[in-house]
């Protein structure tokens, strides 16, 4: 991992063919970091922790065997 | 039952990629059940307007050439949030919705930026 130092309203390029991504060091306070980036279209910036939320949202919501398929079906009978 | 089937790939499962879409709930309810025929196991999935009444985001242009969305094929995108159901509540992603391209049997899950969108929104059954 490559560890750079900022001072805050100093930014980072990361350059790249599809353009570049701008991250900016806005405010670091009490152990929280305010970032700002900006990144060409086809990039979505997101928390790490988002993905691993909704991959465990996934795997709970995955039903294994008939039977908890049926419990789901059964369900919804209205 | 109608059944169509669809190439894609669940966040989590991304070693599957071949699925079914079954109407098992008959055709006018707002479930389906996606089944995945490399494993077995299947998802709830359902129409988001089920949950919330306004639902809008954009689509990113990479979903829709991933997608082979033709810009007259819009029609034929869908989308579809996976649910889970515990007790009375089912618990629905809005966060990640399945864009599935219907005519062409493709579907993917995307993650929205937006921070309003939960990965677990309940909804109560049978209100």
Known sequence: MLVLSRKTHQSILIRGKGGDIRVVALEAEKGRLRLGI??????????????????DANRQSALEGTDAIRKVLGGNDE | MNEIPLTGRVIGFEESENYALQDAFGPDSPFRLLRC?????????????HAVEEYTFDVEDDAIRALS?????????????????????????????????????????????????PVSFPVAINT
């Open chain 1, 38 to 55: 900006e990144a060409p279209a086809g990039y979505t910036i997101i928390r790490e922790e988002l993905l691993g939320e909704i991959r």
């Open chain 2, 69 to 117: 969305l033709t810009e007259g094929g819009i029609e034929h995108l869908a989308v579809l949030c996976i649910a889970r159901r515990e007790k009375e509540t089912l618990y629905v992603n809005l966060r990640s919705p399945l864009l599935v391209n219907t005519e062409k049997g493709l579907f993917m899950q995307v993650i929205l930026p937006n921070e309003g969108y």
């Open chain 2, 37 to 49: 025929l490399d494993t077995g196991i299947s998802f709830l999935v359902v129409n988001p307007y």
